[in-house]
């Protein structure tokens, strides 16, 4: 299986910066499309970012478009969302998923889930 494991959550002032990585081990890592989903307190898991196996491709959310940057460095099997100008509603629990597939941007099309790291953004 392939193992996640996310880094860089903490807690940052409305406007500030953070970086989360993930780092990825078990399979082939640029095979996978790789993303990062978000659940904040009292809601529904939701999609952030996404990126092809290449690196070529990205998707985000309209929520963050703008704001966040989705990398990737296949040699050091890693994956990085970079979070600027970070506002409230971005505190949630991000998780580092994997998938098989192609491609996808819906939860369920997902086979590989980080553990999770706390993103609080406080005003």
């Known amino acids: 299986q392939v193992q996640l494991v996310e880094s860089g959550g903490g807690l940052v002032q409305a406007g500030g910066s953070l970086r989360l990585s993930c780092a990825a081990s078990?399979?082939?890592?640029?095979?996978?499309?790789m993303g990062w989903f978000r659940q904040a307190p009292g809601k529904e898991r939701e999609f952030a970012a996404a990126?092809?196996?290449?690196?070529?491709?990205?998707r985000y959310a309209d929520s963050v478009k703008g704001r966040f940057t989705i990398s990737r460095d296949n040699a050091k099997n890693e994956v990085v969302l970079q979070m600027n100008s970070l506002k409230p509603e971005d505190t949630a629990v991000y998780y580092c998923?994997?998938?098989?597939?192609?491609?996808?941007?819906?939860?369920?099309?997902?086979?590989?889930w980080g553990q999770g790291t706390q993103v609080t953004v406080s005003s």
């Open positions: 078990g399979r082939t890592f640029s095979n996978y499309a």
């Open positions: 990126i092809s196996g290449s690196g070529g491709v990205r």
């Open positions: 998923v994997a998938t098989g597939n192609i491609w996808a941007t819906a939860a369920d099309q997902y086979d590989y």
